[in-house]
């Protein structure tokens, strides 16, 4: 199936509902154009034609290093040299400096190519920003310029054997060497691109303890730790003892190698503090926060490659005459109802997941120049973004399996590797448990709950289908029963919570996005569908959130009604 980037709804999605214009001068209509066209252009030629293989083949583990398929490097020099990396990172680093929504939809264009491959320039921009808010004038001078062009590749190195959601629970340390670095020992597991052989070094972030630091986050610190420490003149030079002991065999993302690194086999790994000792969790959080949001990018990643694959099959495959008409000649399945009525569901969906996903971004990008209020808001949104951007991903992944119907199961279609690459991003970056957690403890009690009333507030003030102002009425009534609830009860309830408030928002987006569409002049069939898309999405899928009211609301009392040992009977 040949890919075609998501250009049209990337554009509208970028000027009705982050608008950039706003965001920036320099970001003009046609740079915008250029840029959007630019990497589709790159990614269909470049990147695509190796999705296949990197999920056959995938990256392979030797006592030398981790080995990508035959392709990748040079496809990834070539992106370096396209100077797609750049385009939102500081200009005095060698990056363009425009704003980070734009450089969202470069991610997701390569993400729609090829989603394991694009975990490589996913994670750097996390280092990058990471390095910018908490890294010293010195590591900013000596890693910024290659990471932003990426030339480098950065890493998050939080996850041990012990320490999954657990951070605290961590054991690695960080020794003072006497000269400002410290010596880092410990393990660290499923690290994603921990090892490659596209770039002439990786930059690891780690999180350990120093001596004498309390248990648990307080006294986690983050430490800068290159595979190859820096020559005097910022070149790489002797290797720094960091060891890829293994790779994972994983259900998915084969092209993506998650390792298990070793660091300080023999005592000999140096690491810089980044940002103050005992504050990792702090500089780490930046990092983090920015790869939740850009996994809920990828939700929308794999299921615009997911639909895309689903429409072309269903166009091409003839079975059975459409029930009801007059001929019984058969047709094209697209023709069957209920299968329109999947691949509406799925564009429907994906146009809303990268409808939120995007606003999230453009509220970090306001959040940038100074905007408190979108500051606030985009700390509200990160958990909706990544939770709910991936739950969709998943949904429509299985659909477009169920559109090819037999051969949807046959690996040979293509169809089941988004399944199975999709299925970690609720898991990974903070499980989507863990998001929804998040979003009735820290991110409810933000302003004694005034972020969330605010858009709230604004929502109802825009929306008018009667479905979506019962949603907008129902998140209000059961975000302020959370309010008062205990903590068990806060957290039984939210995961329904946060998938109504989703929709809420992302039936906000889609029926303004209606409306534009139908005043709005471009190509016909591009705003036939985002009107029915939107349409769709507002009478079918608002509907269905409110029916998750009563487990919102619900105690956690039946929770714990039995003891652990009935749930083995």
Same mark, same amino acid.
């Given at each position: 199936m040949t890919f075609t980037p998501a250009i049209a709804d990337q554009r509208f999605v970028l000027e009705h509902i982050v608008r950039l214009g706003e965001l920036s001068e320099e970001a003009t209509p046609d740079l915008v154009d250029a840029v959007l066209e630019g990497v589709g252009q790159f990614a269909a030629g470049e990147w695509a034609p190796l999705e296949r293989l990197g999920d056959e083949v995938g990256a392979k583990w030797t006592e030398a290093g981790v080995v990508m398929p035959e392709g990748f490097g040079a496809a990834y020099r070539a992106y370096v040299e396209g100077g797609w990396g750049t385009i939102g990172s500081p200009v005095a680093y060698g990056g363009q400096g425009l704003p980070v929504s734009l450089a969202t939809a470069v991610i997701e264009t390569l993400g729609t190519s090829n989603i394991g491959f694009a975990l490589a320039p996913m994670l750097t921009v996390g280092a990058i920003e990471? /390095? @910018? +808010? +908490?890294?010293t004038q010195a590591q900013q001078d000596a890693y910024l310029p290659k990471l932003a062009t990426g030339e480098w590749t950065g890493t998050m190195n939080l996850t041990e054997p012990q320490a999954g959601s657990d951070v605290g629970a961590l054991r690695s340390t960080a020794t003072p060497r006497g000269d400002g670095s410290f010596l880092i020992k410990g393990t660290k597991i499923f690290i994603s691109f921990g090892d490659h052989d596209m770039a002439d070094n990786i930059v690891h972030l780690v999180l350990a303890r120093t001596p004498g630091a309390p248990a648990g986050t307080k006294g986690i610190s983050l430490f800068l730790v290159p595979k190859y420490r820096l020559n005097a003149d910022g070149t790489p030079g002797e290797f720094n003892d960091v060891r890829t002991v293994s790779i994972e065999h994983k259900m998915g993302i084969h092209a993506s190698p998650t390792c298990v690194l070793s660091f300080g086999d023999n005592d000999d790994c140096v690491g810089e503090l980044i940002g103050n000792e005992m504050g990792g969790i702090v500089a780490m959080f930046t990092m983090m926060n920015n790869a939740r949001l850009n996994v809920g990018l990828q939700g929308v990643e794999v299921a615009e490659r997911a639909t895309q694959r689903a429409v072309a099959y269903a166009r091409e495959r003839i079975q059975s005459a459409r029930a009801g008409a007059p001929s019984r000649e058969s047709v094209a399945i697209i023709e069957h109802p209920d299968v329109r009525r999947m691949l509406l569901r799925m564009k429907a969906q994906?146009? #809303?997941a990268r409808a939120l996903v995007y606003l999230a971004f453009g509220q970090l990008d306001r959040a940038h120049a100074g !905007? #408190? *209020? #979108? *500051? #606030?808001?985009?700390? /509200?949104l990160t958990p909706l973004a990544k939770a709910h951007g991936t739950d969709l991903g998943n949904e429509v992944a299985s659909l477009g399996i169920q559109v090819h119907g037999g051969m949807g199961y046959i690996e040979e279609t293509g169809a089941a590797q988004h399944f199975r690459d999709a299925r970690i991003f609720p898991i990974y970056e903070g499980t989507n448990g863990i998001q929804a957690a998040d979003l009735v403890g820290r991110k409810l009690s933000m302003d004694n709950g005034g972020t969330l009333f605010g858009l709230l507030d604004e929502m109802r003030g825009d929306a008018e289908d009667d479905a979506l102002v019962n949603l907008i009425a129902a998140c209000d009534e059961v975000a302020r029963n959370l309010l008062s609830s205990e903590t068990d009860d806060r957290l039984a309830a939210s995961y329904p919570f946060l998938t109504m408030l989703s929709t809420a928002v992302c039936g906000w987006l889609m029926e303004e996005s209606g409306r534009i569409a139908a005043r709005s002049e471009g190509d016909p069939a591009f705003l036939k569908m985002k009107q029915a898309a939107a349409r769709f999405y507002v009478e079918q899928i608002v509907p269905e959130a409110l029916g998750l009211k &009563? =487990? %919102?609301? =619900? *105690? %956690? !009392? @039946? /929770?714990? &009604? @039995? !003891?652990a040992e009935a749930f083995a009977a």
């Open positions: 990471s /390095l @910018v +808010h +908490h890294g994906t146009q #809303a !905007d #408190a *209020k #979108a *500051k #606030a808001r985009v700390e /509200l &009563a =487990a %919102a609301m =619900a *105690k %956690a !009392d @039946v /929770l714990y &009604a @039995v !003891d």
